[in-house]
Structure formats: structure tokens, C-alpha cells
């Protein structure tokens, strides 16, 4: 059996104004890239015709050539794949991943933006930078929402190929190597990310680079896919703004009547039955703003909680109306001195703890929601599902063992913490349970 011989190369991303699209399940964003990889021989193999350069104002090779031999930067230029079928060479030999599909996970068109390309070769160095505008196919799980966490992935479709020497591949560098460019601060990193248009609808975290080892079914090691991963975490903001605000004032309105003095038993029905013919009517102007999905977020599950909850209302005044005679009810309640807390009936008892049981769990639920967004710390790691299981879960979608790898420095991954303390926890990508992700990000 031939051993595999492995082509290293460093590629230095950036991810520009990605944008989320839960509804069809895809991330549009511009792609920067920089990719770096040995090849002494390549001008002379631009000269020899059997590596090709295309792009604005083409040159004879000759010339290309020598240009590159001087360390001159060729604007405008891509590697064309099609010289490369000469004899004794494979087209995967001259890029580390295939052109035409850059990610395995693309959907629809690729612009590639040629005046942000070029090409340049120094010290034995290939460098090409690609800059490309498309959408990824990101599979997004909602049943958080508006507390919803993605990893939207970038699976790179690395290359390999056989020829007499037997197997070669190439294989992304987990660190930077010491041959690569390493003149700006960006080249230290394989992925980072740039909004120049603030997103107000999701907050981006720290990206993340997963080398994975995929295995067959027969348990067979494969060639490993690096995937480069977006972290992004929704703004609960806007539909507490939008949504929960309105629905707290509306219910609350319904509880209100409680604290009428005089008020009658019909006052309280008419109260809850009016309240829920508006939510119903502000429920379907807002499902619009809400994602179309098969299974109930928690969205969803805070307008059923609104609908069951004006069914206890009418509850509690049916329990009232069957505890009392119907000459006995008063709103008048004073607190006596008999054996009941609040009252000196077992009538005027109903009526009280009802209400004020109502009104306290109907506060209690919203005092938490607002709380997740001033204390996130304290609340979110219990309501949003922890990064940890998030990568668990995408590991297991793939069918990945992750061996570790990540694309920031030790020193940026310690900043980035101090100022995000609820960003997660970092480090290889090792699946775990659910229970071991909840309790590594409680701690």
C-alpha cells in the first residue's frame, strides 16, 4: 500500500457582511481569501504552458513568467485548471481546492469579484487571493427562537489526486506555517469575520475553524474537510419589543380588573374575552415576523402560553362563581380577623389567592425574559442551548469526529472572552452529551 503524501497549504478568510435567511436555510456573505502553498517550480511552469493564468489584459506566458519570478503582484488574475491536463500532472495539483466549488455547501450562482484577485510568487510561494460573493446552505435550527444559536458552516472541498508516486492530498495547516506570509495580522488567522452594515438581528460571535476526521461505515478514516464555521446568535430585543411588549400589556389589561372595587363576575369574563379576541387578532398580524417552521418555537409557545392563560383567568372566575352564593360575591374584600389570610370567607380566599396567583406567575415568566437581556449570564445558559452542544449536535449532522483546531491566537481567543463572557467555551471540537455541554458552560 502507497503512503499518502500531504500538501500543506494556509488560506487567511474573512467573511464580510454574512446575512441569515432562516426561512429558505441559507447565509449570503463575500468571501476574501488568501491561499498560500510550496511550489518552486511554478513560473516555470507558467512558461511551459502547463499552468495558466486568465484575467483582465492577458498576457503571453512568457512574460507572466517572468513577472512572477521578480515577485510582481498579477491584479485581475486566476489559475485556469484547463493547462493543467498535460502529461504526467492532475488538475488537483494546481489548487488545494476545486475552483468551481470552492464550498461543497455553495447554492446557486458564484460572483467572483476579478479586480480583487491576483496571483504572486516569492520565495518558492504561491500566493492567490479570491474574492467571491455567494450563498451557503446552513441548516438552522429554531426551536430557540428568539433565543436561537446557528453554526453556519463553509465545508472547503479539499483535493486530492494519484499519480506515479502514489496518493497526494492536500490538507489545510492548523497553525500557520513558517513558510507562509506572515507581513499583517489577519495572515496569523485562518477565519475571521467583517460586518461594515451593522446586523441588528443577530449577533455575531467568534468564528471557528472545525478540522474534521470523517470515517466511513466501516469505520475507515477519510480525507479530513476543514470547515469553516460563523457563530451567530439572535437578538432577543426585537421580539420582546415587538411582540412580548404588546401581549404583557394586553393580558395585563385583563388581569387589571381584579383590583376594580365593586367589579362582578361578568365584569371579570367580559375583561378575559375581550383580552383574547385582541391577542388573537395581533397573533396573526405578527406571523409574518415569526419563522414558518413544522415544530413550535419558543416564540410559539409564549402566544399558546398568552391564549392558556386567559383560559385561567375565565377558570379562576368559575371556581370564584361556584365557591360563592350569588348574593355573597364582593369585590369589597377587607382582610379580617377570621382564619383566612386575605379574607374572612372561603369565597373572599378564592377570589384573592386567584388573582394574586395569576398576576404573579403572568410578571414572573416576563421578570425572566427581560432578565435573559440584562443578565445574560445568569439566565441565557439555561434558556439558549450551549456552544458546546451546538457543536455536538452539528458533529453528529456530519458525522464528524473533530481532532481540535481553531483559528484565532491564544491572545485574541483571551481578549474576545474578557469582553464576551457568555461566548461559550472554546477549545477543540470534541462532541459531548448535552448534560456535558450544559454543565462545561455553566462553569
Not at 124 to 143: I, R
Not at 336 to 360: F, K, R, S
Request: net charge neutral; hydrophobic share 40%; proline share 5%.
Amino acid at each position: 500500500m502507497s503512503e499518502t503524501i500531504t500538501h500543506e497549504f494556509w488560506l487567511v478568510a474573512t467573511v464580510q457582511d454574512c446575512k441569515l435567511d432562516a426561512q429558505k436555510e441559507v447565509a449570503h456573505a463575500k468571501f476574501f481569501s488568501k491561499w498560500h502553498f510550496q511550489d518552486a517550480d511554478f513560473p516555470k511552469r507558467v512558461r511551459e504552458g502547463r499552468r495558466k493564468l486568465v484575467g483582465e489584459g492577458d498576457q503571453d506566458a512568457a512574460s507572466l513568467a517572468e513577472k512572477l519570478e521578480k515577485g510582481t503582484m498579477l491584479k485581475g488574475k486566476m489559475l485556469d485548471e484547463a493547462a493543467a491536463d498535460a502529461a504526467e500532472e492532475h488538475p488537483s495539483m494546481t489548487f488545494p481546492v476545486n475552483l468551481d466549488l470552492l464550498f461543497q455547501n455553495v447554492t446557486g450562482a458564484v460572483e467572483v469579484l476579478k479586480n480583487l484577485c491576483w496571483v504572486q510568487f516569492k520565495d518558492g510561494v504561491v500566493s492567490v487571493q479570491l474574492v467571491m460573493s455567494f450563498a451557503v446552505l446552513a441548516p438552522m435550527h429554531l426551536h430557540e427562537f428568539p433565543y436561537d444559536r446557528h453554526i453556519i458552516p463553509f465545508y472547503l472541498s479539499t483535493r486530492s489526486w494519484k499519480d506515479k508516486a502514489g496518493k497526494h492530498k492536500w490538507k489545510l495547516a492548523q497553525t500557520v506555517p513558517p513558510w507562509a506570509p506572515n507581513k499583517y495580522a489577519e495572515d496569523k488567522t485562518i477565519l475571521s469575520e467583517k460586518m461594515t452594515v451593522p446586523d441588528t438581528e443577530y449577533e455575531h460571535r467568534l468564528p471557528e475553524c472545525y478540522f474534521g476526521d470523517e470515517k466511513d461505515a466501516n469505520g475507515k478514516a477519510l480525507d479530513a474537510k476543514p470547515i469553516l464555521c460563523l457563530h451567530v446568535q439572535r437578538r432577543p430585543e426585537q421580539f420582546v419589543v415587538r411582540v412580548t411588549l404588546p401581549v404583557f400589556i394586553v393580558v395585563s389589561l385583563a388581569l387589571s380588573v381584579f383590583g376594580i372595587k365593586g367589579r362582578s363576575l361578568e365584569m371579570e369574563y367580559n375583561a378575559a374575552f375581550t383580552s383574547l379576541l385582541t391577542m388573537t387578532a395581533f397573533s396573526f398580524s405578527v406571523q409574518s415576523t415569526l419563522p414558518h417552521v413544522a415544530y413550535m418555537t419558543i416564540g410559539d409557545k409564549y402566544f399558546l402560553f398568552g391564549f392558556l392563560f386567559h383560559l385561567l383567568i375565565v377558570a379562576k372566575t368559575l371556581m370564584v362563581s361556584a365557591s360563592c352564593e350569588e348574593d355573597s360575591y364582593s369585590s369589597d374584600l377587607e382582610i379580617g380577623e377570621g382564619i383566612y389570610l386575605l379574607g374572612t370567607t372561603w369565597c373572599q380566599n378564592v377570589d384573592h389567592w386567584g388573582a394574586l396567583t395569576l398576576v404573579a406567575a403572568w410578571i414572573g415568566v416576563h421578570s425572566l425574559m427581560i432578565a435573559d437581556i440584562w443578565y445574560p449570564k445568569l439566565i441565557s445558559r439555561r434558556v439558549r442551548q450551549p456552544w458546546d452542544f451546538l457543536a455536538d449536535r452539528f458533529a453528529k449532522y456530519m458525522t464528524v469526529h473533530a481532532v481540535g483546531g481553531t483559528t484565532s491566537t491564544p491572545e485574541e481567543r483571551k481578549q474576545y472572552k474578557d469582553k464576551n463572557p457568555v461566548a461559550g467555551a472554546w477549545g477543540p471540537f470534541t462532541p459531548r452529551t448535552r448534560k456535558e455541554s450544559n454543565a462545561a458552560e455553566l462553569h
